[in-house]
């Protein structure tokens, strides 16, 4: 066999090792996604133990690993990826991530919460632009979106393990939700110990050799200039404004419906559990088997149409609960393969080695803490009655996939040198 056949042979094969490195990376993905809905399953109980108003409700999702806290986070520890390596982030973000949890495990005072969840939020956004570039870089270019749906179901298997706990634990009230915290640092725990056998980028370290690595200033120069800020423009405006409907669901959903739908907390709980299990499932049926061959655009152009759909169940409808399990039927089936899977990627495939961590952490950064804003007034929109929200949200929904399916890149199958080169990053 020949350098170059065994080379298109690791273009096209997935190994033992790839799946195994790619699930220890993607762990990032579960504790991230459980800190996010291990806070909404517990924001009944904090409400009714700590007296939380509305805009102590909203501060807290702006501040907490939904939000503000997450895009700081990734902002920094992209560039420290990009300076020292992607592993270099693992050796600490789990340890501040289980630090924020003990604040919250242990929370006898609204200020406690706010620590906590700024401290995870700060670690789950460090870790996201480590782990999907690791995942990008190590991938065969026919599997590498296949490898990266594994973040995508980790994404949603952290909220169901964490609903379902809420659930069983909910009756304990305030202890339960401190049992429900200390699964998460558990699950750090152990995903902090596993990642000791990964390896670093092979790609980072074969483009930094010459040159070194690269410096801030220089990092972000070609980001915020020419065709860098195109692609983030691009990617921002897919993927934030998506986000802006994804994490008012995420945070809010089992609040929002036991508030104003009278549903039951195990209705509003087992309600936000199905719409991960869809997530999940439809990621594993469709995303991962077919993203590699076929037109990623016309993926999620049927994405966002299904979403859309589910959305306006909840604007034109009575709020009861065939109408929410409409809605979350619909959007749990398109988000097997919509916006968040694609915003991976293709923030992963864009942008060069050297460039990559710092660019999908500015990125995460942005959509974040324009998230964080937009929870200040979801609390306000609502008290002027759901429908309002209702009809933003689809309008987020639809935006959304408008700028994908139009400006989304045909990367699938490519080298991640075919990509560079044929966005102009080589030289």
Not at 135 to 156: C, M, Y
Not at 288 to 303: G, I, K, T
Not at 347 to 363: D, I, Y
Not at 383 to 407: D, H, M, N, P, R
Request: proline share 3%; with cysteine.
């Amino acid at each position: 066999m020949t350098s170059s056949a065994g080379v298109r042979q690791s273009e096209h094969a997935a190994s033992g090792q790839h799946w195994k490195w790619s699930f220890v990376a993607a762990m990032a993905s579960y504790i991230d996604a459980g800190s996010i809905v291990a806070g909404s399953v517990a924001l009944s109980v904090w409400v009714q133990a700590y007296g939380l108003t509305d805009s102590t409700v909203g501060l807290l999702g702006a501040l907490s690993s939904n939000a503000i806290s997450a895009g700081v986070g990734a902002l920094v520890g992209g560039y420290i990826c990009d300076r020292y390596g992607r592993k270099k982030i693992y050796a600490y973000d789990l340890l501040l991530y289980m630090f924020g949890t003990l604040w919250l495990i242990f929370a006898v005072d609204t200020w406690m919460l706010f620590v906590g969840y700024i401290l995870v939020g700060l670690a789950v956004g460090a870790d996201i632009p480590a782990s999907w570039s690791l995942i990008t870089e190590f991938s065969p270019a026919r599997k590498r979106g296949k490898l990266g749906g594994l973040s995508q179901v980790l994404w949603s298997l952290g909220p169901i393990v964490t609903l379902a706990l809420g659930l069983a634990l909910q009756p304990l009230g305030m202890l339960g939700m401190r049992l429900l915290f200390a699964s998460l640092f558990v699950a750090a725990l152990i995903t902090w110990w596993m990642r000791h056998g990964i390896g670093e980028s092979a790609r980072w370290e074969r483009e930094t050799t010459d040159t070194g690595p690269v410096k801030w200033g220089a990092a972000l120069r070609p980001l915020l200039t020419g065709k860098g800020l195109r692609l983030s423009l691009m990617l921002i405006g897919m993927y934030g404004i998506w986000n802006l409907f994804a994490g008012t669901n995420g945070f809010y959903t089992p609040y929002l419906l036991k508030a104003f739908g009278s549903q039951s907390d195990a209705a509003s709980v087992g309600l936000q559990c199905l719409y991960f299990l869809l997530v999940a499932v439809f990621t594993v049926l469709v995303f991962m088997p077919f993203n590699d061959r076929f037109n990623r655009r016309l993926m999620l152009a049927l994405s966002t149409v299904i979403q859309a759909g589910g959305m306006l169940l909840l604007a034109v409808l009575p709020l009861n609960f065939g109408t929410a399990l409409g809605y979350i039927v619909a959007i749990g089936i398109g988000g097997g393969f919509g916006a968040q899977h694609f915003f991976q990627i293709w923030s992963g495939e864009l942008f060069p080695t050297k460039l990559r961590s710092t660019a999908q952490g500015l990125m995460f950064a942005v959509v974040r803490i324009g998230l964080g804003f937009w929870s200040f007034f979801v609390p306000i929109i609502t008290a002027t009655g759901f429908q309002t929200l209702a009809y933003i949200l689809t309008a987020f929904i639809v935006i959304s996939g408008v700028i994908g399916v139009i400006w989304g890149p045909k990367t699938e199958g490519l080298t991640l040198e075919e990509i560079e080169q044929e966005q102009g990053w080589a030289r």
